[in-house]
């Protein structure tokens, strides 16, 4: 497996959001249009986009874009079905953490909402602090971690 970085718009993208914008419609009956995102705000200089491949294959994804001038927020973090429970959501984290980073980025911030414990207790797991709902979705909980500290594993 591979970590690629892509532009949003490209085709290793498509399956990612796709099956994520069926995953929230399914977990929360939808509000939440992945397939609107603006393809610049995950771009050079402030964001990117990585997708783990296998072959053909989109394994995970995730994005970052700016927050404000020290903070990158993550967001579009996904892992096909077929390959979950097996560390690559963790891993996709790791990178976009490296990314963040050599973009000049301090912090990272995400969000997730309550439907999805799973991805709670990842964060919890990886070191994320919870900084409670800082976005616009009602009841999702955010967490940040400062980039450099402990390695995501």
Known sequence: ??????RLSDAEVVPLLSDLNR????RYGGGDDVLED???DFAAPYGGFIVLREG????????????????CEAKRLWTSPAYRRQGHAAA???????????LGYTR???????????????YRSLGYTEIGNYGVYEHATGFE???GDAPTR
């Open 38 to 40: 603006k393809a610049a």
């Open 108 to 122: 990272l911030r995400l969000e997730t909402g309550y439907r999805q414990p799973e991805a709670l207790a990842m």
């Open 56 to 71: 053909d294959v989109t394994v995970a994804g995730g994005g970052i874009r700016r927050f404000d001038a020290d903070t």
């Open 1 to 6: 497996m591979e970590f690629v970085r892509v």
């Open 145 to 147: 971690r400062m980039l």
């Open 23 to 26: 995953e929230y419609t399914l």
């Open 92 to 102: 996709v984290l790791g990178a976009l953490e490296a990314l963040g980073l050599e």
